[in-house]
């Protein structure tokens, strides 16, 4: 918005600029990024020697989570002291969202999908004080839902719901089902910033191949808008986060040079 007040810009994990769509566009990212970071979870949980192993193979896990789902679907298990107080398909789901961020918390998908394939469940997870639900949730409600209109037909999210869920079956067509921006009473201020190639060339957009929640199609798409004006770092890493996060010293050596010249790579970059 006011390009001639920046020097240098680094956007790390980045998401899908289209101006039709903002919010709706990030939280249906999570479909893709599911699908990007699973092979590696289901590496990771098919590992011999992982306590936490769900698999023989790689290639089990993601039928063996399906199947998994499915039957919670049907037969939820009562599971006291927690919220809700039953473990139906949509907690592995929910769980399987939040373990792909980092590898670091893959553990709490496996240990879930063990107890649940044996019939138990583990212990409740804590629930946050409610002053922090209300805070975290009023906040992020508030973001997506003033960036862009969101439809308010159910109509419309009962069929985007339907093809998402043929089409990714892992997220079960949560990233585009409903949001209380369906019935948010005040309508944007102002039309979504428009992303282009027009003004200085000081962005370095640095981005992980494997990220669940900002996919790397979304900052594909931004590379392509910025133009001219940026230059991106792909790295191969899992994760939220690449700069100073995952101990990749290409992308984070490439990152703290420009910082602290201002030099760039000459054209996109991949770090192994």
């Keep these: 918005m006011f390009p001639h007040r920046t020097d240098r810009i680094v956007l790390d994990s980045i998401d899908n600029p289209d101006p039709a769509r903002v919010a709706r566009a990030w939280l249906a990212g999570f479909e893709q990024g599911v699908e990007d970071v699973f092979p590696h979870f289901a590496a990771w949980a098919s590992a011999p020697g992982n306590p936490d192993r769900v698999a023989d193979t790689a290639a089990e896990v993601r039928p063996l989570f399906l199947r998994l789902a499915a039957r919670l679907d049907r037969e939820p298990i009562p599971w006291p002291g927690a919220d809700p107080a039953e473990l139906n398909g949509n907690v592995p789901r929910q769980t399987m969202l939040d373990s792909l961020f980092r590898p670091g918390r893959y553990p709490a998908l496996a240990k879930l999908m063990r107890a649940a394939g044996q019939g138990t469940v583990p212990p409740a997870p804590a629930t946050p004080p409610e002053p922090v ?87 594909l798409r931004m590379r392509e808008a910025l133009g001219r004006r940026a230059v991106m770092v792909t790295v191969d890493a899992t994760g939220r986060g690449s700069y100073l996060a995952d101990g990749n010293a290409c992308g984070d050596r490439t990152v703290s040079h420009f910082l602290t010249t201002g030099e760039r790579p000459r054209r996109d970059t991949y770090c192994r």
Excluded: F, H
């Design 133 to 219: 639900v209300q805070n975290v949730t009023a906040v992020g409600v508030g973001a997506l839902c003033n960036d862009v209109e969101w439809p308010r037909s159910p109509a419309v999210y009962e069929k985007v719901v339907a093809e998402s869920r043929a089409a990714y079956p892992l997220t079960a067509g949560m990233p585009r089902n409903v949001m209380p921006c369906a019935a948010w009473p005040y309508p944007p201020r102002e039309a979504p910033t428009r992303i282009t190639g027009r003004g200085p060339s000081n962005i370095l957009l640095v981005q992980n191949e494997r990220d669940v929640a900002t996919p790397l199609t979304g900052a």
